[in-house]
């Protein structure tokens, strides 16, 4: 079974704290994806990297930075965290190329207070 | 840019009934993937269907099963036999041709659909 794990199901931080999140997959996936989604605005992309060390803004890359060092990890880092990035964050992994499916994480439900 | 269209937030049905979600997205490729991913409560995003823009032949997986109108930029899905643990998010989604490089996802808003026992 493909697995997508993420580092939290929760988190609570203050405005400004820097917050790193943290996914792994274990089925050797070139593609990795960050999405944000709200009530409302079904799923936004914020960032993707389709091998390590690469990386591409997705349509809402404003206030996040990612980093890819192992293939099988793609974090997502909110430098000085805001109220307006409270929110719930799926991560995604998928083969390249063809259209295979995108495989998803639980989630983390960030609130920033 | 691509877009999908949800026009249903929330939907709901008699358990054992059939249901469809709609789906309407604008692109000016030929050539793409549409999804449709189910997300039960607190659980993990998973997919229902995938189809391929170049068969015509509508996809099916079990009880559930697409009316894909290439023409009209359609895509709906249709639940048979309603159970309760169809209860659950249901996002459409589209994705570019089959080259390295296309394969983000670009969403629809999401339709809740509840079943009434």
């Known amino acids: 079974d493909v697995k997508v794990t993420q580092s939290s199901r929760y988190l609570v931080k203050r405005t400004g704290e820097k917050v790193f999140l943290e996914c792994v997959q274990d089925?050797?996936?070139?593609?990795m994806f960050w999405y944000r989604q709200d009530p409302g605005l079904g799923l936004r992309l914020i960032y993707f990297?389709?091998?390590?060390?690469?990386?591409e803004k997705g349509d809402i890359p404003e206030g996040y930075s990612v980093s890819r060092e192992k293939k099988e990890r793609f974090s997502l880092i909110l430098e000085s965290a805001s109220t307006n990035q409270t929110s719930m964050y799926l991560c995604?992994?998928?083969?390249?190329?063809?259209?295979?499916?995108?495989?998803f994480g639980p989630g983390t439900r960030l609130t920033v207070t | 840019a691509q877009t999908v269209t949800q026009s249903q937030p929330e939907m709901s049905v008699q358990e054992a009934e059939t249901v469809t979600l709609s789906c309407t997205y604008d692109?000016?490729?030929?050539?793409?993937?549409l999804f449709w991913y189910k997300q039960p409560p607190s659980r993990q995003m998973i997919l229902v269907i995938r189809?391929?823009?170049?068969?015509?032949q509508n996809a099916t997986e079990n009880r559930f099963s697409v009316n894909f109108q290439k023409a009209a930029k359609s895509f709906s899905l249709k639940i048979s036999d309603s159970q309760l643990g169809d209860a659950a998010m249901y996002f459409c989604?589209?994705?570019?041709?089959?080259?390295?490089?296309?394969?983000?996802?670009?969403f629809g808003t999401g339709t809740r659909l509840t079943i009434i026992p």
């Open positions: 995604a992994s998928t083969h390249g190329g063809s259209g295979y499916e995108q495989y």
């Open positions: 089925m050797d996936h070139e593609n």
């Open positions: 990297s389709y091998d390590v060390k690469m990386k």
């Open positions: 692109t000016s490729e030929s050539d793409y993937y």
């Open positions: 189809q391929e823009a170049y068969k015509q």
């Open positions: 989604a589209y994705r570019s041709g089959p080259y390295f490089g296309n394969e983000k996802l670009t």
